[in-house]
């Protein structure tokens, strides 16, 4: 029976697009330093998107992410740039082109601003290029072209000699798209190749722990074991520990896990429940349970029962 596919973590394009827009826009635009103000700071419009475009399951086969940015323009003025990432498509549906057409009038009805649109596609279908959106009748047409950006189409050692940090990104993905099946073992050797390559670039320290915790937790390990192994090999290369730390993703994504639950067992104990089977899957006692998340035995047993 062959290995199944690993699955990826498609929440963190949305941090990690936060954490290095500025070299995103570099990278993606030639222009980008004559068109944009890049000294004022970006203004990140999550809360005004799911406004517009309430969050739905995105349906069978198909994972994706949005971001919405404001940035500021050299001449003066504003530009909305629209980023989707597609993780896994579901070519045969063929609905992203006319989703990005819906994303442009909608934003721009609401706003009155223009709007720069990129899809970023991060799947594994060779055939699945969409970029264009065309609709006519009657000798009327409307034809909305959208930048579309396919991460498989990428050349690996081209990324490797780009010294701006987003291609460290970029390659994550390729690698991810190019390396499905493969053993925790070599996993663990590609994400020590991929610190490597966002060691040899330059930038602050917000930026580079964003790409850390892309690399480290875009592609998950089987074994969570070995992820605080790598953890471990990385805090011995750089001689101290200032890295997130297993326990602690670990934790937030229970959290998350938790606020899920939470719809339908009540919030806070959606949080708790979560955290409780996070730590014990990684072995703490009922004990040390209690003390970590200041609950008493009696809260925490029934987790551990048939234990």
Not at 214 to 225: E, I, M, P
Not at 239 to 265: C, F, N
Request: aromatic share 12%; proline share 3%; with cysteine.
């Amino acid at each position: 029976m062959s290995k199944s596919a690993r699955r990826v973590d498609d929440l963190l394009w949305k941090s990690i697009l936060e954490q290095t827009f500025f070299h995103f826009l570099q990278f993606m635009f030639p222009t980008a330093d004559a068109e944009f103000d890049l000294s004022k700071p970006f203004d990140y419009l999550d809360k005004e998107f799911e406004t517009l475009f309430p969050p739905q399951a995105n349906g069978r086969g198909v994972r994706f992410v949005d971001k919405l940015v404001k940035v500021s323009l050299k001449h003066g003025g504003e530009q909305y740039i629209l980023c989707h990432i597609e993780v896994q498509s579901s070519k045969g549906k063929g609905d992203l082109a006319e989703r990005m057409f819906q994303y442009y009038y909608k934003i721009y009805d609401r706003y009155k601003v223009p709007v720069t649109a990129i899809a970023i596609l991060a799947d594994g279908n060779k055939s699945y290029r969409p970029k264009v959106y065309i609709r006519e009748f009657m000798s009327t047409k409307i034809q909305y072209d959208f930048n579309s950006y396919k991460i498989l189409d990428q050349d690996e050692f081209e990324l490797r000699a780009n010294s701006n940090p987003f291609s460290v990104v970029v390659l994550t993905a390729l690698l991810a798209i190019l390396h499905k099946n493969i053993t925790d073992e070599k996993l663990k050797e590609i994400k020590h190749d991929l610190y490597d390559e966002m060691m040899k670039r330059n930038m602050d320290k917000v930026t580079r722990q964003g790409l850390y915790d892309f690399l480290t937790y875009y592609v998950n390990f089987d074994n969570q074991h070995i992820l605080s192994i790598f953890e471990s090999e990385i805090e011995e290369k750089i001689g101290r520990s200032d890295t997130m730390g297993t326990r602690e993703y670990l934790l937030d994504k229970a959290e998350k896990k938790g606020i899920q639950t939470g719809i339908e067992k009540g919030i806070e104990k959606g949080k708790i429940q979560g955290k409780i089977e996070i730590l014990k899957d990684l072995g703490y006692s009922i004990v040390d349970v209690c003390k970590k998340l200041s609950l008493t035995e009696e809260q925490v047993k029934p987790y551990y029962a048939g234990a």
